[in-house]
């Protein structure tokens, strides 16, 4: 076995998932203490300690679509925030929307 093969096989595992939940959760508690220095650095850390934790846990994909349902607004923010496929699709269907209602 190669040594790209090994990471391959590694990458699919459940201890590499594991790893990326753990960053994930770090990110998220170490970005209240980056948020202190000037500048946007708490929002970074956040946003990329949630995008880990949302690709790695079930668990935090259905608080997340909780938090959106109850608060559609600010789930439109992280959505755009964290440059998901959802919030572009949005996006086109209410530019088609306008679209359909000014003609």
Known sequence: MTLIERWRHFR???AWRLTL????????????????IP??????VF???????LKNSHWVKRQYVGFKRR??????????????????RRAQIAKQ???IEGD
């Open 21 to 36: 939940l753990g960053t994930g959760w770090l990110l998220v508690a170490a970005s209240p203490f980056v948020g202190v």
């Open 71 to 88: 608060w559609p607004r600010y789930g439109d923010w992280a959505d755009r925030g964290l440059r998901r496929p959802s919030a572009r």
């Open 97 to 99: 929307e306008e679209r």
């Open 39 to 44: 500048g946007p650095g708490g929002l970074v």
């Open 47 to 53: 946003a990329a300690g949630l995008a880990l934790l």
């Open 12 to 14: 699919r595992s459940e």
